[in-house]
């Protein structure tokens, strides 16, 4: 334990030094560490785990074994490469797609108008294209640290579905773009700002927990249909409550939703 322990004081004093002679101790290289602490900690565990066979049975390669694992782990913590969401040329294209649909896990989704659709993804998220369906997926390792989801598209009509994991969802229009879309099973946090509403928004919630802000034209009309579970409604500004032909229409069953509308932009 005393050779661990001294490792890990020979990383410490050799971080300290490249920082004030080399000058990389940046922010980034900090967001590097946590993001791989993040990843390997259970090595931790490993070599605390292999140490203590060690003390039951006093055979020397477990000492190495643990001690090996300890330096693998502190190694791994600077070299590991780690993924920004605004390291250049890591984007995906697409095209023919219609309908996008976000499955597991847990991350972030940020969407962006432009010219073509290019999907940029981080580590421990998986993207793929099943015909008019491009399918974002949290995948099975690397589940800790940042998950991030960018999303560049088109002036066109999508779909959206959200499924079986958690999500927050940003997004800044000149104009709707999303026909529709779903979440079940899910805990779900969307915040859209739309300067106009060129097409009617079909919104349906079922058995997840929803919280809704939209930044909406005035004169916008929504209706709200519930049934079961719990609603909190807030409206603000100019828009209109009717069931003929909304904008917007909610559909909501089982869940726990919040939603708040903002007329006037």
């Given at each position: ?67 090996g694992v300890f330096s693998a782990f502190l190694i791994l913590l600077l070299v590991w490469p780690y993924e920004s969401v ?101 805990v779900l946090n969307i915040r859209f700002n739309f300067q106009k509403m060129n097409v009617p ?65």
């Amino acid at each position: 334990m005393k050779i661990i322990f001294g490792i890990f004081l020979i990383f410490i004093g050799t971080l300290l030094l490249t920082t004030i002679f080399l000058d990389v101790f940046s922010l980034s290289f900090l967001t590097r560490i946590f993001h791989n602490l993040g990843l390997f900690w259970p090595l931790i565990l490993i070599t605390f785990g292999v140490y203590f066979i060690y003390l039951s049975v006093r055979k020397r390669w477990l000492y190495f074994l643990s001690v090996g694992v300890f330096s693998a782990f502190l190694i791994l913590l600077l070299v590991w490469p780690y993924e920004s969401v605004s390291t250049p040329g890591k984007y995906q294209v697409f095209t023919g797609v219609k309908r996008i649909s976000f499955k597991s896990g847990g991350f972030t989704v940020r969407f962006i108008e432009g010219e073509e659709l290019r999907v940029y993804a981080s580590s421990g998220i998986e993207v793929s294209k099943l015909g008019s369906d491009l399918i974002v997926k949290g995948s099975l390792w690397r589940k800790l640290g940042p998950k991030i989801v960018e999303i560049e598209f088109p002036r066109d009509i999508f779909e959206l579905s959200f499924e079986n994991g958690a999500f927050t969802v940003k997004g800044e229009f000149e104009e709707n773009r999303f026909t529709r879309i779903e979440t079940k099973d899910s805990v779900l946090n969307i915040r859209f700002n739309f300067q106009k509403m060129n097409v009617p928004l079909y919104f349906e919630a079922e058995d997840c927990v929803l919280e809704v802000l939209f930044r909406l034209p005035t004169g916008v009309s929504y209706f709200i249909d519930k049934k079961d579970g719990l609603l909190l409604k807030t409206i603000e500004g100019n828009i209109v409550e009717s069931d003929f032909n909304p904008d917007l229409f909610f559909k909501l069953k089982d869940g726990v939703f919040r939603v708040h509308l903002e007329g006037g932009i």
